[in-house]
């Protein structure tokens, strides 16, 4: 699986602004129909511990870590990636490949 974790944004409205845009964009430039979601989301939420570092995690399942490299190297999948750089506003996502 891939994994896309977003730090605390410098300013909230804007990066839920974008980040609605980025997943049209992905949808869109992945071939993935709009109604269908071939990934899962989690927003993370302030605990007894305090705030979160992250406030978002981007999961998408692959059925192997060959599979999973292939995508990732493809020009489509290259342009998704630059883009949820471009809206993570408190710095850049950390990505994760778990098996």
Same mark, same amino acid.
């Given at each position: ?10 300013? #909230?409205?804007? /990066?839920? %602004?974008?980040? +609605? ?7 869109? *430039? ?28 981007? #999961?998408?399942? /692959?059925? %192997?870590?060959? +599979? ?7 020009? *489509? ?23």
């Amino acid at each position: 699986m891939g994994m896309y974790v977003y730090p605390q944004p410098n300013d #909230v409205p804007k /990066f839920n %602004s974008d980040y +609605a845009e980025h997943i049209i964009f992905l949808h869109n *430039k992945l071939d993935i129909p709009v109604d269908a979601k071939a990934y899962e989301v989690t927003d993370f939420v302030p605990s007894p511990f305090g705030a979160p570092p992250y406030c978002k995690m981007w #999961v998408i399942p /692959f059925d %192997s870590l060959e +599979a999973l490299n292939s995508a990732l190297s493809t020009p *489509k999948f290259q342009e998704v990636a630059g883009d949820a750089n471009r809206i993570s506003n408190g710095g850049a996502p950390t990505i994760l490949i778990g098996q």
